[in-house]
């Protein structure tokens, strides 16, 4: 069965510097979708970035990037100028690209400091 | 264009009640989803349905029952709810295309339960 694993509970970064979120995933697939997702106090779960197993290339989003490690089953995100409003839990998700579920890991609580 | 969208925001139930949580979407989507949210495990699904009259079990099916009569809407039920139910629900939708192959899934902004 897969699985995904965030081992940070907590982490706290800078305002204005970078912090990466470790991720890694158990699965004997070689085509799938990891994502992060951002759920800030509203509650609401909100996209961050996706990747696709088979794209080579690390995804980019703004600020956001990833470190995709397909060999190592591993797939951290980078923040990078960090800002007040990216205090949130962050989410690492798996999904195979021919089933319905997507597998979430245990979160990562992310806290700025001004 | 509202998204997706979950009522009640916030409910209190007593043991061996009943209620209904309904989750909208207005972007044609054809797979929909609940999830419960438990602290220190992420999102666990609930049920999930592919497609308008069909529906899916997923990890933690027991105690809860789903409907899809419209693309549209998709119901998630307690028929008798219990303390272990307390939690906060989240549904979530996506585009099927190419076999299978999903789009992004986009969430609900959650409904807290509390069940007493």
């Known amino acids: 069965a897969q699985t995904v694993t965030q081992s940070q509970p907590e982490m706290s970064v800078q305002e204005a510097e970078t912090v990466t979120l470790s991720c890694t995933y158990d699965t004997s697939e070689s085509d799938y979708y990891l994502f992060w997702y951002k759920q800030p106090p509203s509650r609401q779960m909100i996209l961050v970035i996706r990747?696709?197993?088979?794209?080579?290339q690390n995804a980019t989003e703004n600020r956001f990037s990833v470190n995709f490690q397909k060999a190592a089953k591993s797939f951290s995100l980078k923040i990078s100028d960090s800002q007040l409003g990216d205090a949130a839990m962050y989410f690492c998700a798996y999904r195979k690209t021919s089933y319905d579920k997507v597998i979430f890991g245990p979160g990562t609580s992310l806290s700025v400091i001004p | 264009n509202a998204g997706v969208t979950q009522t009640p925001k916030f409910r209190v139930l007593k043991t061996g009640q009943s209620m209904t949580l309904l989750c909208a979407q207005d972007?044609?989507?054809?797979?929909m989803y609940w999830y419960r949210q438990d602290p220190g495990m992420g999102l666990r699904l609930i049920h999930y349905?592919?497609?308008?009259?069909?529906?899916a079990k997923g990890e933690v099916p027991d105690g809860y029952n789903v409907s899809r009569l419209k693309k549209q809407n998709f119901l998630l039920g307690l028929e008798s709810a219990a303390p272990s139910q307390t939690s906060v629900y989240f549904c979530a939708s996506s585009y099927s295309i190419n076999r299978g192959r999903q789009e992004t899934q986009y969430f609900g902004p959650g409904t807290r339960l509390l069940v007493l």
């Open positions: 990747q696709e197993a088979y794209k080579q």
């Open positions: 972007m044609n989507h054809e797979y």
């Open positions: 349905s592919v497609g308008e009259g069909t529906t």
